[in-house]
């Protein structure tokens, strides 16, 4: 019985440790310099907590109340640095030198000093929260250290699709908290699709009762191979809880986009307004190989994925029902940025419409991207008359880019390229770079059903927001990089935490860290293991990734060895070499694999890797191959 109560606490104490000798400390993001020096700082009840001005106090709350809750002991609190006591001083004085953002930390052994100001002095907070360890301790030492900081984008953002699954106020807060944790600041909250509208509209209330509700969705990958689930899925969040979200952020020092997407990606709009469609009377388009269920008649929430055709018609009503709805969104959201959208508009419609080609004559416009082109721009005009600057998809470019837009380059590079080049600013999250985290993370068929596409955390981990052909002066037009998770195939908070960890780690890392911090084998043999460990204690799911060191390909050779490390630390692999699925009954691996092939033959080594936790990883393939002679001179 012992044994057993010990080990976590041998397991916990060595993560500790661990954390300790690695050159970040085992911080995530990686920080700009961390400057070891000689000594610990031993954090335990006798240390008193100083928040010198009003300004570090919630920051100085946040940090106790982590000890009081995880630790085994809360600290003394004080608003003044006495010289006799070890102290741990949370002050923003010395702040205006530092970059925005920015803050030092100097562990020495009397005395732990944090300079900051705003989300200087929070995001000092989330690096010390990193040094503790993870369960209750009575002293908890830390090395002596000067931890200098600051990001190297202003925009660092995590966008949550609400429309295709509706999702709870507690996951999206939980959200935010891991936002938080890793140093994200720009929470994109996608809430209006062809499948649901979300966020309640007082006048026009039909939005969420008819909007906000389909009657079934498609199973199994698009166009519905598996049949329809003839499940209503409903959802939308009321103002009070936008405000609660928005609130809740904000004192994180996170900023809540909003996306009202437009002209395209309207259909739960239309349904609940059937006059803002260039074809009122026309009944919803159901392809026939969607398997729908209810009601087809008139105009309905979408049960399929994709891009539908029945967009909103360029009428005087509809801006002025999109200017009354974007009225209560800025009453809202204090952000500066609305996102209005704007991808994926099939011009269809608008072709075979008598109104929108004479619009397009009465206007001057060229064509139907003119049309998209006015639409955009015109909302702009409204938005920016309030105050605010819109974000759009890089189809906002088509036909003439709105003045003042910023472009979220989405399909690929060049829309961020091209929009840089005009002097705009630029949001990177192109998909092709594993900026999608609806994607697969890896190409085992042990992973469950995802859109396709494949973004393993390496991919992410390797993207560099700045494209090289961008002038050093474009250059700065690049504010920043995104991570979108769309929710056709994430229903559940479970689901949307095993697509975001460990994605997430590698989004902080080159959202935030230098590029000349960056380093792949210290992120994915110290801390990333670290952070999952810690991650793999709670309740939150998470993918496991394969063991480190492993190349899932064909290996060509005689004498293999392989050397493997744990993506999980505590966490164990197994292996077979006899074609069989491994499991925790297969050899476990404690040294690197000497295998030997015979010429002319092969061998396929399977992995699986079993967290603490008991979680599990895909099980990998790679195939050790010894060609023969023969085979070889083909
Ligand atoms: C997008 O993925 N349609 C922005």
């Not at 961390?34 to 008193?48: A, E, M, Q, R």
């Not at 600290?75 to 010395?94: A, F, M, W, Y």
């Not at 002066?473 to 979108?484: E, L, P, R, S, T």
């Not at 084998?521 to 998470?542: G, V």
């Amino acid at each position: 019985m012992k044994k057993y109560i010990l080990i976590p606490f041998v397991l916990l104490f060595a993560l500790h440790t661990f954390a300790q000798t690695d050159k970040n400390m085992g911080i995530i993001p990686a920080p700009v310099s961390i400057v070891k020096n000689k000594g610990v700082f031993v954090l335990d009840k006798s240390v008193v907590l100083v928040n010198e001005d009003l300004e570090s106090a919630p920051s100085a709350d946040l940090f106790n109340n982590f000890l009081a809750a995880k630790g085994d002991f809360s600290l003394k609190r004080e608003k003044k640095n006495n010289q006799n006591q070890k102290t741990i001083v949370l002050t923003s004085k010395g702040a205006n030198q530092l970059p925005s953002e920015g803050y030092v930390v100097t562990i020495s052994s009397n005395q732990i000093k944090v300079v900051g100001k705003g989300a200087g002095l929070f995001y000092a907070v989330q690096s010390l929260l990193q040094l503790m360890p993870a369960k209750k301790q009575a002293q908890i030492r830390i090395q002596n250290a000067v931890i200098t900081d600051y990001p190297r984008f202003k925009y660092r953002g995590l966008h949550l699709d609400v429309g295709r699954h509706f999702l709870p106020i507690s996951f999206v807060k939980k959200y935010i908290d891991v936002m938080a944790s890793y140093k994200l600041n720009n929470f994109h909250w996608h809430l209006t699709e062809d499948q649901g509208w979300r966020i309640e509209i007082k006048k026009y209330p039909k939005l969420t009762s008819i909007g906000a509700k389909r009657n079934g969705t498609i199973v199994g990958n698009y166009p519905g191979t598996g049949g329809n689930d003839n499940t209503t899925h409903q959802g939308y969040y009321t103002q009070d809880e936008v405000r609660d979200v928005v609130a809740y952020a904000s004192a994180r020092f996170i900023n809540v986009i909003p996306e009202i997407e437009m002209p395209g990606h309207s259909s739960a709009a239309i349904a609940a307004y059937p006059a803002l469609s260039c074809f009122p009377d026309k009944d919803t388009f159901v392809s026939e190989k969607t398997p729908w269920y209810g009601d087809r008649n008139g105009k309905q929430v979408q049960q399929t994925w994709g891009v539908f055709d029945d967009v909103f018609v360029p009428t005087e009503d509809t801006f002025k029902f999109l200017e009354n709805v974007l009225d209560e969104v800025i009453a809202l959201f204090p952000s500066k940025y609305i996102h209005i959208g704007g991808d994926e508009c099939p011009k269809e419609y608008w072709k075979q419409s008598a109104f929108c080609q004479q619009f397009i004559k009465d206007n001057n416009l060229k064509d139907e991207h003119g049309l998209q082109s006015y639409f955009i721009q015109r909302i702009e005009r409204y938005l920016n008359s309030k105050g605010r600057s819109i974000i759009g998809w890089d189809e906002i470019l088509e036909g003439g880019l709105a003045p003042n837009a910023t472009v979220m380059s989405w399909r690929g590079e060049n829309g961020g390229i091209a929009a840089a080049k005009l002097s705009h600013d630029v949001i990177m999250t192109p998909a092709s770079a594993g900026l999608y985290f609806d994607h697969k993370q890896s190409s085992s068929p042990d992973e469950p059903l995802t859109i396709g596409g494949l973004a393993p955390y390496s991919k992410v981990y390797n993207y560099n927001p700045v494209p090289k052909e961008l002038t050093f002066d474009q250059q700065k037009y690049i504010i920043g990089v995104q991570a979108n998770l769309w929710t056709e195939y994430v229903e559940t908070p479970a689901k949307a935490e095993y697509m975001i960890f460990p994605r997430i780690y590698a989004l902080a890392e080159i959202a935030w860290s230098q590029l000349e911090n960056k380093e792949e084998k210290n992120f994915n043999e110290e801390r990333m293991p670290l952070h999952l460990a810690r991650l793999d204690q709670t309740d939150t799911n998470y993918w496991v990734p394969t063991p480190i060191g492993l190349n899932e390909s064909v290996l060509n050779g005689q004498n293999f060895s392989i050397t493997l490390k744990v993506p999980v630390y505590g966490a164990k692999i197994y292996y077979t070499l006899d074609g069989y699925r491994p499991s925790e009954n297969a050899t476990i691996y404690t040294k690197p694999l000497m295998v030997d092939v015979p010429k002319g033959q092969k061998k396929v080594l399977k992995t699986i890797v079993i967290a603490p936790s008991g979680k599990r990883s895909v099980v990998t393939e790679t195939i050790l191959n010894n060609a023969s002679a023969e085979i070889k001179t083909k």
